[in-house]
């Protein structure tokens, strides 16, 4: 898998991607991230990529030229399934977006900034957009991150356990049971017997009822879909 990230601020992301789990996968060859500095496609002598918004509005604008001559440069490289734009007014990111994401190829992520992007290469250009939330960020540059870092765990051999991904809260729109570790006891603080217990089908039950419990309780929402 190539995820290509356009971004004006490529100091925001190189360090993160090139840590942890998004290191590790790129060192296995099972993910290809590059990170492209919008400003080196600008014609502008000063490296500007934005401007005044037509109609007086507040703000500035990132330009046409710079977005479609990147775009231009690495599509015609090879194809790409997704051309996605962070924007607050996009679709919900979730997990069900991620695991559709983790098994195309070769996506694109533009990291919005400023206003926005002048509108024309949202019509012409992307063929997704995607917010993480109902607020407004300085930049897509977090956006982008945390998407990415959604998808790559999800490639298969990016975890050692892949099991892991997929007990994630979510997955099945219920949230995760909750998880305990050693010692079985302390500060008086026990773990439920039931785990303990080595009955694989009990701790199933178990863990399925806390499940439906947490979700019905923390985030209800979900067991409508």
Same mark, same amino acid.
């Given at each position: 898998?190539? $995820?290509d990230i356009?971004?004006v601020?490529p100091?925001m ?7 942890? $789990?998004l290191l590790? #996968? !790129? =060192? =296995?060859?099972?993910v290809?991230i590059?990170i492209?500095n919008?400003?080196?496609y600008?014609?502008? %002598?000063?490296?500007?990529v934005?401007?005044? /918004?037509?109609?007086?509005? #507040?703000?500035m604008?990132? !330009?046409c030229? /710079?977005?479609d001559d ?5 599509? #015609? @490289? +090879?194809?790409y ?6 924007? /607050?007014?996009?679709e919900?990111?979730? !997990?069900p *977006?991620?695991?559709?994401?983790s *098994?195309?190829e070769?996506?694109?992520?533009l990291c919005?900034?400023y =206003? ?5 290469i949202?019509?012409?250009?992307i063929t =997704? @957009?995607?917010s993480?939330g ?7 540059e977090l956006p982008?991150?945390? *998407?990415?870092?959604?998808i790559?765990r999800?490639v298969?051999?990016?975890l050692?356990? @892949?099991?892991s991904?997929?007990?994630?809260s979510? !997955?099945?729109?219920?949230?995760a049971? /909750?998880v ?5 006891e302390y500060?008086?603080w %026990?773990v439920p017997e039931?785990?303990?217990?080595g009955? #694989?089908?009990?701790?199933? @039950?178990w863990e399925?009822s806390?499940s439906l419990?947490?979700?019905? +309780?923390?985030?209800?929402?979900l067991?409508d %879909?």
């Amino acid at each position: 898998m190539r $995820i290509d990230i356009i971004t004006v601020l490529p100091e925001m992301l190189t360090g993160f991607v090139n840590t942890s $789990i998004l290191l590790r #996968a !790129q =060192k =296995k060859g099972l993910v290809d991230i590059h990170i492209h500095n919008l400003r080196d496609y600008t014609q502008d %002598k000063h490296r500007r990529v934005d401007d005044y /918004p037509f109609g007086g509005f #507040a703000g500035m604008v990132m !330009q046409c030229q /710079p977005i479609d001559d990147c775009i231009s440069a690495l599509t #015609a @490289e +090879r194809h790409y399934d997704e051309i996605i734009f962070t924007t /607050p007014d996009g679709e919900q990111f979730d !997990q069900p *977006m991620a695991n559709s994401l983790s *098994m195309k190829e070769n996506i694109i992520i533009l990291c919005g900034h400023y =206003k926005g992007i002048d509108y024309r290469i949202r019509e012409h250009l992307i063929t =997704k @957009e995607i917010s993480v939330g109902d607020y407004v960020l300085t930049g897509g540059e977090l956006p982008a991150a945390v *998407m990415t870092d959604a998808i790559v765990r999800l490639v298969p051999g990016v975890l050692s356990d @892949e099991q892991s991904a997929l007990s994630d809260s979510f !997955q099945d729109n219920l949230l995760a049971a /909750p998880v305990y570790t050693r010692p079985a006891e302390y500060k008086g603080w %026990k773990v439920p017997e039931v785990l303990l217990s080595g009955h #694989a089908a009990k701790i199933k @039950e178990w863990e399925l009822s806390q499940s439906l419990e947490r979700t019905k +309780r923390l985030r209800p929402d979900l067991l409508d %879909k």
